[in-house]
């Protein structure tokens, strides 16, 4: 942060003590030595041209808040006047009478000459055109006069250093803008202040009781939001600035907030130690701020804004995140419980919260912050249920097949991961793959095959993928399901690695065969037809077969018309394909038709008698 102090000193080194003057320094130790600690405030010096308020008779200390910019412009204070640093910061007294104490010091370039050191306290904030940490040095002069914002009940603290004076003086404004009014010197006495120079003379360190000199004893909430230490020629009205430092300072104030949040869940109960859970994939959150005040008394106000970060351990929600909204304070005093709107994170891993207390600038609270270790909290993943269930025994050939029901699964983190409606993730991912052990009686067995993975969409029941898988041995298999996860979320699982469920037993068997024989028999008959001085043959020779030996009980086969042709002689026969499986008698009558009138027919006769015996056999069995 930047400060504005202001040094006009030329007093000689040897006339400078570290004896004090004045005896009360509350919770400091006012005796010259100024510690490299605390709130410190860097200034340019040397010969360098630094802002501070133009010469003019419109920028005296009494008149400077009434000034239309250009107020400020760039100066190269002298040495004796120009500051290297200041410090500043406050602190309370912890014996009886629990009071709050201002803290100053300054080093500046020189440790010669005399003057006035003086510190100014007013309650608004600068203007906003004295953005010091942004704005350029040509901004600044354009647009800010730091003292603009002054109102009544703002003061001033000068130390006369002139003759090695130890002598602190209070100011303070009266009256009503721009009518505004600088009270007379008072003299701070050694019940409420203490004052000491180093022993080289380039610094010097004060104490204030500002309870007792500025607050009036009273309890009520004050506070300070611009403060300009500076150097100036006088105690006077028209005293001229000679050297500021510019900056945003903290406010000064009797009494201090305090923000202290507890992660909840998002029904208001405490979060374990080990984290909650994800859920089905939304876990709603809150947080609660407990804010306190420390010093004064005052009805709450003002709001507590929450911001809740996913961030990896040991990192905190110290900046950004997601915002989560307001709350207001409520009640009639401090301290106040004030709960956060309900978050919902949608992923498993570290969140942070940070709550910012707005303060309450009515009744001069300083807000405050609580962005600790102890703001954070675990979302744990979930790990789900896997059941499985082969499908039938099979025959060696068949397919053989195992369905998972996969239960309890969470979402998959939603978009953003942090969001204020509920809104989910799409549903958990992954994969299930089904594993084939053995054949193997009493374990696992070998790996037999992996029979393949489907893809999973959230809770539901899967079954192994096509084609299916036929086994190549007989034997006793065991299935084995593993899910895959889908993280962050959801944990991988498996199911049956040990082959003891005997629900995923599937047994591939083959069944016995039997050989059982019957004889059967096809008669058939051949003619071979001659008649070698008529010339070529032409004619049909008819085949009959009969079930007795005579020609003349049923008729089996026939009659068939076997056309012959051609030079003699000829052979024909029947084609027959009926077959014959019972023992018995059978015979042929066989005639040839001649159709070439040189040759004559032959009448039909019994030709041919056979006699056939079946006899089979027992039916055989496979082992």
């Known amino acids: 942060m930047r400060w504005l102090a202001v040094a006009c000193l030329t007093i000689p080194l040897a006339v400078f003590s570290t004896s004090s003057a004045q005896a009360a320094d509350g919770p400091y130790t ?69 009071h709050d104490w201002l803290y100053f010091a300054w080093e500046r370039d020189k440790n010669t000459g005399s003057g006035f050191i003086a510190y100014e306290f007013m309650q608004d904030p600068a203007p906003d055109g004295c953005a010091y940490e942004t704005a350029t040095d040509a901004q600044l002069i354009a647009n800010c006069n730091p003292w603009a914002n002054r109102r009544a009940g703002d003061f001033m603290i000068l130390w006369d250093q002139q003759g090695n004076s130890l002598d602190l003086y ?82 000064i104030t009797n009494c201090t907030s305090r923000t202290v949040t507890t992660p909840k869940t998002g029904s208001g109960a405490d979060i374990p130690d080990d984290g909650l859970t994800i859920g089905t994939g939304v876990a709603a959150v809150r947080d609660s701020a407990v804010v306190s005040l420390d010093g004064g008394t005052a009805e709450p106000a003002g709001k507590v804004d929450f911001w809740l970060c996913k961030v990896d351990s040991p990192g905190l929600c110290t900046t950004g995140g997601t915002s989560v909204g307001s709350t207001n304070l409520s009640g009639t005093s401090y301290p106040v419980t004030v709960p956060s709107p309900t978050a919902y994170v949608t992923s498993a891993g570290r969140y942070c919260w940070r709550a910012v207390f707005s303060g309450d600038s009515a009744n001069g609270i300083p807000g405050s912050t609580d ?20 499908g039938d025994d099979a025959l060696l050939g068949q397919a053989v097949t195992d369905t998972a029901t996969l239960s309890g699964t969470a979402t998959q983190p939603a978009n953003p991961v942090i969001n204020l409606t509920g809104e989910s993730g799409p549903k958990a991912a992954g994969r299930i793959t089904f594993t084939l052990y053995g054949p193997s009686d009493t374990e696992c067995g070998f790996l037999f095959h992996t029979v393949g993975a489907v893809n999973v969409s959230g809770n539901d029941t899967y079954s192994t993928p096509d084609p299916q898988y036929r086994p190549n041995a007989p034997g006793n298999y065991h299935w084995v399901a593993e899910y895959s996860g889908s993280s962050p979320n959801t944990n991988g699982t498996t199911h049956n690695t040990d082959c003891m469920d005997t629900a995923e037993d599937v047994t591939v068997t083959t069944v016995p065969s039997t050989v059982s024989t019957a004889q059967n028999w096809v008669p058939n008959d051949r003619a071979t037809v001659s008649a070698p001085a008529g010339g070529a043959l032409s004619g049909t020779v008819t085949f009959t077969l009969y079930d007795n030996a005579t020609c003349d009980g049923n008729v089996v086969y026939g009659p068939v018309d076997v056309p012959v042709a051609g030079a003699s002689p000829q052979t024909v026969g029947t084609s027959n394909s009926t077959r014959v499986t019972a023992s018995g008698t059978f015979s042929w009558k066989v005639a040839y038709d001649s159709d070439n009138a040189a040759q004559r027919d032959i009448p039909a006769s019994c030709k041919e008698v056979s006699a056939l015996t079946v006899t089979n056999g027992a039916s055989s069995s496979s082992p």
């Open 30 to 98: 006012i005796d010259g030595v100024i510690p490299d600690s605390g709130t410190e405030l860097p200034d340019a010096y040397g010969n360098v041209k630094e802002l501070g308020p133009l010469n003019s008779n419109t920028t005296k200390i009494g008149v400077i808040h009434n000034d239309a910019v250009p107020t400020l412009g760039l100066t190269n204070p002298n040495s004796q006047v120009d500051l290297r640093r200041a410090w500043l910061e406050t602190a309370r007294d912890t014996s009886a009478p629990n």
């Open 170 to 251: 209070l100011r303070t404004w009266t009256g009503t803008k721009p009518n505004l009014t600088l009270g007379a010197p008072t003299k701070l006495d050694a019940d409420v202040s203490q004052a000491a120079y180093s022993s080289d003379g380039f610094r010097g360190e004060a104490a204030v009781d500002l309870t007792a000199t500025i607050f009036g004893g009273s309890a009520a909430c004050k506070s300070f939001a611009n403060t300009i230490p500076s150097t100036v020629t006088g105690n006077s009205d028209t005293a001229d600035y000679k050297d500021t430092i510019l900056q945003t300072a903290p406010p």
């Open 371 to 390: 962005a600790r270790a102890n703001e954070c909290f675990t979302v744990n993943p979930v790990t789900p249920t896997l059941s499985t269930s082969a």
